[in-house]
């Protein structure tokens, strides 16, 4: 069954490289409407969900959907449909012989993406993956199924108005089985994304025998350099720790200069209206002692250093140099985005230099990781892996390249 | 042990990554000169892995070094020096909020490559890594064990000159067990590069816990159309099938249209010069029946469609039209190369969008995938996959990127 879905998937790729772009943006802003007109239906299959989860569940809210959070999904369909085409031709060569050598990007043909409770995610993998010439296999939270379907609906029904096969927009049973023959399509399925909690992305790494881009996991830093300005540092940390707890691109951990331990109480005083936990090393521990409530403020223990907190705590690190607070970052950061304050030119041309990960930052929180933000239009995820797409990818990780050759007899010695 | 080296390999990548383009080229040139001053070791090493091979094993020929090897290698070196470097910014946006968001392309960090018995690969993929800032942990094959430690001597000798930690280079022991650790070293190493055969590929895509660019296998077909000149289709089959059989853009098969049965034997004419064997289907058999060689002409059999020969050998399909031979393409093509000899353009078109490989080729064969031949300068493998790099890969595949992001205190709302 799931298996037959995944072939009727791969069958439909081929055909959708047919459509142009103008055809598919179309296409895009009618679904956009539809799923506004349909808002109705929609809402009633999400209140078949929200009636089987507990509303304390910190899950309820991300699974509820409105008039306004439709209206919101249906607008970033038509923001997709607004974004240049992400089929083009990345260069071109004419050899000495005569052969002319294009390299054009393509989309990578079927794409799986493995989700949880969020209903929005089913339009939003659909809007970019259609965009960019892919067929989506979704496999949605079990949780959010009945949303799923009736957003899916929606999508077929469009697609069957312009004689589109409905399997380009293929939804998967919510079930295990279904995410173990997902993992195990290899040739058939191209490519799969997992979105949400890190046991999940852990269990389609360990599993999986398609490619995967791996999204999620952030530990991030933010090193206080001596020569930073206090009152942006104040600001910088505060930001990003407490714009939004649960996000990937939240502050983990402080790393400060023992040369601004004047200025760490005025630094971590916004954080306190916020109520954030900070577990402090032994010497900054002893600055604070006193300055900051001390039912905020704990002795870090070793488990604290390379924890992402989701939630309002931070760990503090001291150093002494910059060279430390690149060894405590190579050694405790996930790759995913670190930041420095500083003046100096030298400090943030090393910083930027020597931190290896997909986001790095100077005079600026991390809070800003995010494809919106960076300028993509859009965002299926944040890779934290160095193959193919690292940090904020949008339309243009979802595309692969081929070389076309063309000649006219050429053959080689 | 090996564990350590890897370790150490780490270490070293960080600071492999303060070197200029142009004190790396100077390395590279010094290298290459060092290389040709040791020709007598190098083949006294040589002499050692010779000694303990069957001379009329075929992997003789490509273990034995000689002086115009030699200077054939160091000539490669120096050519790698003189590319351009890879290190560039991509793109660059400012957001209106006077964020400045480059993406510039830095090196993976620790590249491993795992390759067989030969020894030039020892010092082509040290050129390509180190030009690129990625350092090398190279596992070649025992039976080319003394001429790749020779070399890396020569690399080591001129890499302590300039002060540079050998680990830039590491040669991990010739041994299954080193693979294995390899293999294991998520974290550790960034990359591995499978080079040979497609039961190492296949062994190290299922072992490894590191990302993995698979290399190798090519089921390559030509079809030839209705609309073909039938001259040129011969001139490009015999090319594709004879240039060099033990490649992996070597045809397998061609895919010939009923339309040109009338020019069949004329096509595969040449082919009976190089005792090509023919596993031709049903209806072309008939036609050749009698005007190819009958000892080189045989039925195929099932498995003869989707075989990589590697030897002089081919079948040969018969198709009713262009949409069959796609068919047959996307059910027994590796994705490595396929081309097809046609007059038509929107046969030439349709091939081009819909063959799903990283290099299709229109009247022009198969045998020209090749890095060097593509105008790439070098080459590290041809990629058989659709993530980050796909197909011929030189330098921009052995690159990821990173987002640099400049602030002055911007915070997010």
């Known amino acids: 069954m799931v298996e037959k879905q995944l072939l009727d998937a791969r069958r439909a790729s081929h055909r959708l490289l047919r459509l142009t772009d103008e055809e598919t943006n179309a296409i895009l802003i009618e679904t956009a409407d ?5 808002t ?24 509820k959907l409105t008039p306004d959070r439709i209206a919101g999904i249906a ?7 607004s974004l240049p085409s992400p089929r083009v031709e990345i260069d ?27 209903p929005n995610v089913t339009a939003d993998v659909f809007s970019l993956c259609f965009k960019s010439g892919n067929v989506s296999v979704l496999k949605g939270g079990h949780d959010a199924d009945d949303s799923s379907r009736a957003i899916v609906a929606v999508i077929h029904s469009v697609l069957g108005r312009h004689g589109i096969d409905p399997a380009v927009a293929t939804l998967l049973p919510a079930t295990r089985e279904a995410t173990d023959t997902l993992l195990a399509a290899r040739g058939i399925v191209d490519l799969i994304i997992p ?20 999204t999620g996991a ?6 206080i350099d001596a020569s930073a300005d206090t009152a942006m540092a104040r600001d910088i940390i505060n930001n990003a720790k407490t714009r939004r707890v649960s996000v990937c691109n939240a502050l983990d951990c402080a790393v400060v200069h023992s040369a601004v331990f004047g200025s760490l109480a005025a630094i971590c005083e916004p954080l306190a209206a916020s109520e954030v936990i900070i577990h402090a090393d032994e010497r900054s521990y002893a600055v604070l002692d006193g300055h900051y409530p001390s039912r905020l403020l704990r002795r870090a223990e070793a488990e604290d250093f390379g924890t992402e907190f989701l939630s309002y705590a931070m760990a503090i690190k001291t150093v002494d140099s910059l060279d430390e607070a690149l060894e405590h970052i190579s050694l405790y950061g996930s790759g995913h985005s670190e930041s ?3 003046a100096d030119d030298t400090v943030k041309e090393r910083f930027s230099t020597e931190v290896d990960a997909a986001c790095v ?15 993509l239009g859009a965002e299926i995820g944040i890779s934290t892996q160095k193959m193919h797409a690292r940090g904020p990818m949008a339309l243009e990780g979802l595309m692969t390249y081929k070389w076309l050759i063309a000649g006219n007899g050429q053959i080689r010695s």
């Open 92 to 118: 071109r060569r004419v050899r000495p012989n005569g052969l002319v050598i294009r390299r054009v990007s393509v989309p990578f043909g079927v794409i799986g993406v493995i989700y949880e409770a969020r």
């Open 340 to 342: 420095v304050v500083a």
């Open 361 to 375: 930052y100077t005079n600026a929180p991390t809070s800003w990781t995010d494809g919106a933000q960076f300028g």
């Open 218 to 223: 952030g530990v991030c830093h933010c090193y």
């Open 34 to 38: 539809a799923l506004v007109a349909a």
């Open 40 to 63: 109705d239906d929609i809402l009633a299959a999400n209140a078949l969900d929200l009636s089987r989860m507990d509303p304390a569940n910190p899950k309820y809210d991300r699974l």
């Open 75 to 81: 607008a970033d369909m038509r923001n997709v449909a």
């Open 195 to 214: 979105r949400g909690s890190s046991s999940l992305i852990d269990s389609v790494r360990e599993k999986s025998r398609v490619p995967v881009i791996e």
